[in-house]
T-cell receptor
Framework: GAVVSQHPSWVICKSGTSVKIECRSLDFQATTMFWYRQFPKQSLMLMATSNEGSKATYEQGVEKDKFLINHASLTLSTLTVTSAHPEDSSFYIC???????????????FGPGTRLTVT | GEDVEQSLFLSVREGDSSVINCTYTDSSSTYLYWYKQEPGAGLQLLTYIFSNMDMKQDQRLTVLLNKKDKHLSLRIADTQTGDSAIYFCAETPGSGNTGKLIFGQGTTLQVKP
């Protein structure tokens, strides 16, 4: 099956610093990747849609200057949390979209998530 | 707007069937999905159903879709302790192919030995 990795799996940083999270599709090319945020015992909230070679599309209420997304290649998207604060502490999950043959449907494969703790 | 609702918790005994329910609001959703999340991990796609289907069975999993009531259910037969996890239903809103997923709050399934 398709594999999506995230790096790092967990990170602790000091308030005011920036943190970069990588999302890679290991065995397929993903023209679209998605970034989600999940608070404890809550659902996944879509933050942004990342398209290769173009600017990310952010969901309402998500600060684009704070959560910088770069989709530099068909297998890599990065999320940078700039000037992190304790309220940014969360579980960040990416997914990569793979088109299936015949164009009938595509599938999303999720990474294992990155636990960010800002102290 | 787009909204997906699930009950938050379900407890069953090992060997029993589990039924997890979900309601959604977007009648134009093309696909509806069930994902499983184990503690500290990402999401694993369990199964999906196309909106013009009523039922889909995949081994121990049965998905029922009542499009009129916008109600989706996941039945797990012969539930095992390894099935303990959080289960999310999700819809693809609208008829466009954006790939966007709207998730429910997740149902925590607890399987007692």
């Amino acid at each position: 099956g398709a594999v999506v990795s995230q790096h790092p799996s967990w990170v602790i940083c000091k308030s005011g610093t920036s943190v970069k999270i990588e999302c890679r599709s290991l065995d397929f090319q993903a023209t679209t990747m998605f970034w989600y945020r999940q608070f404890p015992k809550q659902s996944l909230m879509l933050m942004a849609t990342s398209n290769e070679g173009s600017k990310a599309t952010y969901e309402q209420g998500v600060e684009k200057d704070k959560f910088l997304i770069n989709h530099a290649s068909l297998t890599l998207s990065t999320l940078t949390v700039t000037s992190a604060h304790p309220e940014d502490s969360s579980f960040y999950i990416c997914s990569a979209r793979r088109a299936l043959r015949g164009g009938l449907r595509d599938e999303q494969y999720f990474g294992p998530g990155t636990r960010l703790t800002v102290t | 707007g787009e909204d997906v609702e699930q009950s938050l918790f379900l407890s069953v005994r090992e060997g029993d069937s589990s039924v997890i329910n979900c309601t959604y609001t977007d009648s134009s959703s093309t696909y509806l999905y069930w994902y499983k999340q184990e503690p500290g991990a990402g999401l694993q796609l369990l199964t999906y159903i196309f909106s013009n289907m009523d039922m889909k069975q995949d081994q121990r999993l049965t998905v029922l879709l009542n499009k009129k009531d916008k109600h989706l259910s996941l039945r797990i037969a012969d539930t095992q302790t390894g099935d303990s996890a959080i289960y999310f239903c999700a819809e693809t809103p609208g008829s466009g192919n954006t790939g966007k997923l709207i998730f429910g709050q997740g149902t925590t399934l607890q399987v007692k030995p």
